[in-house]
């Protein structure tokens, strides 16, 4: 009988990767927290009606990619494909957006039915931020200088590249859009089938084409920011002054675009050339206009998100870059007395020394083999206990990072004060 494999797209990520994982995770929690974000744990599956009517239903997302079923009672239910749409349908049902001001993050896995590629999977995990209450420029400058310190911690900040643009008001894209159509209804040889289609449902997103065959004919196109009011101006102008005058590097690339209406004024990407096709690490924008499109009242909001698998892939080229061990001490054990005082004094170690990461063996073997064990684990110290050591009340210890250490033998009250002064 064949083995079950896990689904195509939907990969497992194991132990050796993990560590990895938890550093970048715990590296986004503490600049999270230092900028005052609190958390939000959403369901991973909502009603199809909430992405039909945030993304639109005329949308590839909806249309080809969402995972979507009946479920008993009938009801049609979706795995999330992002977090946007889950995250402001529990602040409107919960009442949170009322006269408050809100900075929020989640994380979790999201799902789409996607060509797998690398960094691009059918279930993939996301930190996502969402703000809301907050018209001001000020919030976008901070969500840019947030993201810009994060990659500073994580050590990857030379190696990506901050993008923005501004989308305008609703209206303001109105008139654009116009011009824009009336640009490549001049140029139809030029457009590919994708461009076709879009000419008609999203015409700003034909600006983002992968397509180089295109690349002349979107040069040439109308621009955006042409028509742009004062309003849209100034506040994207203060952006730039924050960030000049922080020292964030941006550049304004203003072919990027969104393919949802409801976004307005600021978007943004983080980019890297480290990971071919798959250069976007962080994107985000202002999504004022989706609050009413859900049915609350007119409201501020400003959010990105960042997918882990991608962010991951760029840590794994840096050189120096230092995870925790799993474990940080090793217990030996050979023979029946040697494993019942060793329970006992792994126990003792994790009450006295509650950080400390202790892996006893329990699978037996010989002593060489469990050295071999000691050392793969990636502990600092084997501690070494026989019915030798245990008839004399002491227990031996070897540093396993230190070619030059001798193995030392040490009375049991005195290995956990040894240990702490060891870390």
């Known amino acids: 009988m064949a083995n079950i494999q896990a689904i195509r797209g939907m990969h497992d990520i194991l132990p050796d990767q993990t560590p990895l994982w938890q550093y970048a995770e715990k590296i986004i929690r503490e600049v999270l927290s230092n900028y005052g ?14 992405f039909k009517r945030s993304i639109g239903e005329v949308t590839d997302i909806v249309e080809k990619e969402m995972y979507t079923f009946d479920d008993r009672n009938g009801d049609s239910l979706t795995l999330r494909p992002e977090g946007t749409a889950g ?16 900075r929020l993050w989640y994380y979790g896995a999201m799902y789409r039915h996607e060509r ?3 960094g691009r999977y059918r279930q993939f995990f996301q930190f996502g931020v969402e703000t809301y209450g907050m018209a001001s420029a000020d919030i976008d400058a901070e ?25 305008g008001t609703i209206a303001e894209r109105l008139v654009y859009r116009e011009a824009l159509v009336a640009y490549f209804e001049q140029h139809l040889e030029a457009l590919d089938e994708d461009s076709l289609r879009r000419l008609k449902s999203n015409p700003l997103r034909i600006l983002d084409t992968k397509n180089p065959a295109m690349k002349d004919v979107v040069a040439n196109a109308p ?4 028509y742009l009011g004062d309003d849209s101006r100034q506040h994207f102008q203060t952006i730039l002054d924050t960030l000049t005058d922080l020292g964030v590097s941006y550049e304004i690339n203003t072919r990027l675009v969104r393919g949802l209406d409801y976004y307005s004024k600021t978007v943004f990407e983080w980019v890297t050339d480290e990971l071919g096709s798959q250069g976007t690490i962080c994107a985000g924008g202002r999504y004022d206009g989706l609050i009413e499109q859900l049915g609350g009242k007119e409201n501020s909001a400003i959010g990105f998100a960042m997918g882990m698998e991608r962010l991951v892939l760029l840590l794994e080229t840096l050189d120096d870059i230092q995870v925790e061990n799993a474990v940080d001490v090793y217990l030996i054990r050979v023979g029946e007395q040697a494993e019942k005082v060793g ?22 073997g010989s002593m060489k083999s469990q050295f071999k064990k000691a050392d793969k684990s990636g502990a600092t110290v084997a501690l070494i206990l026989g019915e030798n050591e245990v008839a004399r009340g002491e227990i031996g210890v070897k540093l396993l990072r230190d070619e030059k250490s001798e193995q030392q033998n040490l009375a049991m009250s005195e290995v956990i004060e040894f240990l702490r002064q060891s870390r």
């Not at 621009?223 to 042409?226: G, I, S, T, V």
């Not at 329970?343 to 699978?363: G, H, M, Y």
Request: aromatic residues 2%; hydrophobic residues 40%.
């Open 37 to 50: 974000y609190s958390e939000i744990r959403l369901p991973a599956v909502e009603k199809t009606e909430l």
């Open 87 to 102: 995250c402001l349908r529990a602040c409107l049902e919960h009442g949170l957006l009322h006269n408050q001001v809100h």
């Open 116 to 118: 797998p590629q690398k």
């Open 143 to 167: 969500l840019l200088l947030l993201t810009d310190r994060l990659w500073k911690r994580l050590g990857i900040r030379e190696k990506v590249r901050l993008q923005l643009n501004s989308l």
């Open 223 to 226: 621009e955006l920011m042409d």
């Open 343 to 364: 329970l006992r004094l792994a126990e003792q170690l994790r009450t006295e020394l509650p950080t400390l990461k202790c892996q006893v063996d329990c699978a037996g």
